[in-house]
């Protein structure tokens, strides 16, 4: 198979537009299970009814593991907005919309969230004994309904075409609860524009009845999660404000 040049670049894998379906090379460092665990969630959300590229193949290209799906054409929500930004709330309210229709499916088949968070929070090595104590025993303190999870959703995962909204990159999705799924997209909008964080809050709190200060209960877990990412466009001072910020109250 001819790749050519990739068409996007993540944390995890480059991204190859190729005989009209999209490819998803990962880097080498990842654990030989990561394509397979991804393909099956992102079948799990497609077998669900969701507006998700169905998944082809799963295989291996030049020894790297590898994805096949669908290639969905459009443009993402976030690149639309970005063209035109008095329409933010229009586009913001899509996507909100979508958000509550992936949290109104009682999921069973897909990752426990508070396996993941657990595991996630327990490989920080910047996090002490005491903070980590705290940020675990926070999680097992939550009870909730399961509810599918994104675990990335934003606007630029979010592709429009000519007749719906495509909802991509499941990798981080999980069975739990939808309040830690709102405040994760929360924080990720925060990195970048607390205006866009705040609208996207509301919009959803409107929309479900939950109230703000329920979201952020979950302020400290995610937070503590999220360093395990090492994200080069996050910073992590910020991330342990937000923890010892709980931490003290």
Not at 55 to 61: G, P
Not at 105 to 117: G, Q, R, S
Not at 210 to 217: A, G, I
Request: proline content about 3%.
């Amino acid at each position: 198979m001819i790749l050519g040049n990739p068409i996007a670049r993540g944390n995890t894998a480059k991204i190859y537009l190729s005989d009209n379906k999209i490819v998803k090379v990962y880097n080498d460092f990842l654990p030989d299970t990561e394509s397979i665990n991804e393909a099956n969630k992102q079948k799990y959300a497609y077998s669900c009814g969701l507006p998700v590229p169905k998944i082809l193949e799963v295989t291996k290209i030049n020894g790297e593991q590898a994805i096949i799906m669908e290639y969905i054409k459009g443009e993402t929500l976030g690149n639309l907005m970005l063209k035109d930004k008095e329409q933010a709330e229009y586009y913001m309210n899509i996507s909100v919309d979508m958000q509550l229709e992936i949290h109104s499916i009682i999921p069973n088949a897909t990752e426990p969230m508070y396996d993941k968070l657990y595991r996630q929070i327990e490989t920080v090595n910047t996090l002490d004994r005491r903070l980590k104590s705290y940020l675990l025993k926070k999680l097992e303190s939550f009870t909730y309904e399961n509810r599918l999870c994104h675990g990335d959703f934003h606007l630029f995962n979010l592709i429009m075409t000519d007749n719906q909204v495509v909802v991509i990159d499941w990798v981080d999705s999980s069975a739990g609860d939808i309040r830690a799924d709102i405040y994760r997209t929360y924080l990720l909008y925060s990195q970048f524009s607390s205006e866009l964080a705040d609208l996207y809050l509301r919009l959803y709190c409107e929309k479900s009845g939950l109230l703000r200060s329920e979201v952020f209960q979950w302020a400290p877990i995610i937070a503590g999660a999220r360093l395990s990412e090492s994200v080069s466009s996050e910073n992590s001072e910020r991330l342990m404000e937000i923890i010892n910020h709980y931490f003290q109250l």
